[in-house]
T-cell receptor, first 114, second 110 residues
């Protein structure tokens, strides 16, 4: 069974540019989460999809961040325009629907905004 | 933080020793989970303890949960060099969100 895959693994962009991160969850997992970790700090929740619907996007920093989940399958997280403080590792995780579910994580995308 | 805090932030021990790390959280939870992250990799689920459980074991891992104190501990016995990683607690609260802390960085010296 394929795990959660994220692309790209690394991205280096300049301030003001646009970057799109992609996440392919485990097949059949309705729940998809995006998290971000800035160096040494907590892993911060960004948003949660259930199938194609945004269940909770309370962690999204501002309107420069846009997440979508096409047809309830893969998800994209677009940052436009990128700022220096957006640098960090962006993790995607997926899980099944039942209570007490555990999260399966991708390896993350290391985003560096210069 | 959004929810959890791990303590200590960093821990260095000799191989064969036990490692204990703690997690405190802020709100009522359904369950609490511990995850491990090796450098450059994604987080891997280790163990889950439900809010009505007080202790759980899995191999060399022992987790306790004290809901009155809103805290949990993870004990790794007979540590190995391969246990070197960052460890995070995650709480599953109302709304079905998972909130993580800052993590404990564990170094096991061979």
């Amino acid at each position: 069974e394929a795990g959660v895959t994220q692309f790209p693994s690394h991205s280096v962009i300049e301030k003001g540019q646009t970057v799109t991160l992609r996440c392919d969850p485990i097949s059949g997992h309705d729940n998809l989460y995006w998290y971000r970790r800035v160096m040494g700090k907590e892993i911060k929740f960004l948003l949660h999809f259930v199938k194609e619907s945004k269940q909770d996007e309370s962690g999204m920093p501002n309107n420069r961040f846009l997440a979508e989940r096409t047809g309830g399958t893969y998800s994209t997280l677009k940052v436009q325009p990128a700022e220096l403080e957006d640098s960090g590792v962006y993790f995607c995780a997926s899980s099944q629907a039942e209570p007490g579910r555990k999260l399966f994580f991708g390896s993350g995308t290391q985003l560096s905004v210069l | 933080s959004q929810q959890g805090e791990e303590d200590p932030q960093a821990l260095s021990i000799q191989e064969g020793e036990n490692a204990t790390m703690n997690c405190s959280y802020k709100t009522s939870i359904n369950n609490l989970q511990w995850y491990r992250q090796n450098s450059g990799r994604g987080l891997v689920h280790l163990i889950l303890i439900r809010s009505n459980e007080r202790e759980k074991h899995s191999g060399r891992l022992r987790v306790t949960l004290d809901t009155s104190k809103k805290s949990s501990s993870l004990l790794i016995t007979a540590s190995r060099a391969a246990d070197t990683a960052s460890y995070f607690c995650a709480t599953d609260a109302a709304g079905n969100q998972f909130y993580f802390g800052t993590g404990t960085s564990l170094t096991v010296i061979p």
